[in-house]
């Protein structure tokens, strides 16, 4: 916090000190405080280990990585999410993401098939379910006890170098703003009862299943048959947020990150302007601003590297 030298005129002394303030005055606000997310990653220690072990169809895979992927795809249109262990209570989620996690145990399958039945929409992506919970490879088909749930069944799969790729020929179900390779991993999908939603573009699969949507119960089950870049993260996680029904809880601009906090039946709303210039908001109801306790409605710029903390009034 001090240079060597002991002067508090330093900027980044005075940046921390002002945060401390500030925290100091949020404190009370905060207090018993929660934050209720939409959507939620799943992540799991055996499946990692798992995926970790030598002798893998593609060294290159990793299941991190797709995580990465879709959380950003998540954070960056401001959709509030969890991560949870498989086995979890899912009910109060609207989209649940499974990013390859090769290891599940039946308990967790059996889960995951009872959030979707119950009206949820699940996202899986390949390398999911490849081994039971005693890393056992099973004999019914690939993913692991799962092929009513996803209506399909993947019968291979398609190592990939990472010099190389396949394309993607997404489906106009899914709006996409740019051209997406298949990288490092293609399941080859036999489908069932799924409807496809994408195909692969090249090589002896050309054509075949690449994404497909299965109705099971009252929910919906997708799976994603390979890797893409961010950008095709980005279209799917726009198109599933509407399928799973998840409005967006305040309008801001692209480079304003927005996450909320609930306290006794009221929002509490925290918005960082990421940019390098203000940037114009919108306040169709009037808010206080819990930082410098002003009333801010109508039209107000958001300065660069800015925050808000705003609670809404009532009209």
């Not at 498989?86 to 109060?92: G, I, V």
């Not at 088909?141 to 799969?157: C, K, Q, R, S, T």
């Not at 090589?203 to 299965?214: L, Q």
């Not at 918005?271 to 908001?281: D, E, F, G, Q, T």
């Amino acid at each position: 916090m001090l240079p060597h030298s002991g002067k508090t005129t330093q900027r980044m002394y005075k940046e921390i000190r002002q945060l401390g303030n500030e925290l100091t005055k949020l404190a009370p606000l905060l207090a018993g405080s929660k934050v209720v997310a939409d959507a939620c990653i799943l992540h799991s220690q055996p499946s990692e280990w798992s995926a970790d072990q030598p002798h893998r169809p593609n060294p290159r895979f990793q299941p991190r990585d797709v995580l990465n992927y879709f959380y950003l795809a998540l954070h960056n249109r401001n959709i509030l999410v969890d991560f949870a262990r498989p086995s979890e209570d899912l009910s109060s989620y609207k989209l649940v993401i499974v990013p390859g996690l090769q290891l599940l145990s039946g308990a967790e399958v059996d889960a995951l098939k009872l959030y979707v039945h119950n009206g949820g929409i699940l996202i899986a992506t390949c390398h999911t379910g490849l081994v039971d919970e005693y890393h056992i490879a099973p004999t019914t088909g690939v993913p692991y006890d799962m092929i009513d749930l996803f209506g399909m069944e993947v019968a291979e799969w398609d190592a990939i170098p990472p010099t190389d790729d396949n394309q993607l020929a997404v489906r106009t179900t899914i709006p996409t703003t740019a051209s997406h390779p298949a990288r490092l991993w293609c399941d080859l999908i036999e489908t069932h009862s799924a409807q496809v939603l994408g195909t692969y573009g090249r090589d002896f699969y050309a054509g075949t299943a690449a994404i497909t949507m299965n109705d099971f119960g009252a929910g919906k089950a997708i799976y994603v048959g390979t890797v893409s870049h961010q950008f095709f993260y980005n279209d799917l996680i726009a198109w599933a947020r509407t399928l799973a029904e998840i409005a967006p809880h305040f309008r801001v601009p692209d480079t304003v990150e927005l996450c909320i906090r609930h306290k006794d039946g009221q929002r509490l709303l925290f918005l960082l302007n990421h940019a390098n210039l203000a940037v114009r908001l919108q306040f169709f109801h009037p808010v206080h601003d819990h930082l410098t306790d002003a009333k801010l409605s109508g039209a107000y710029d958001l300065p660069a590297q800015g925050v808000l903390v705003l609670t809404e009034l009532a009209q």
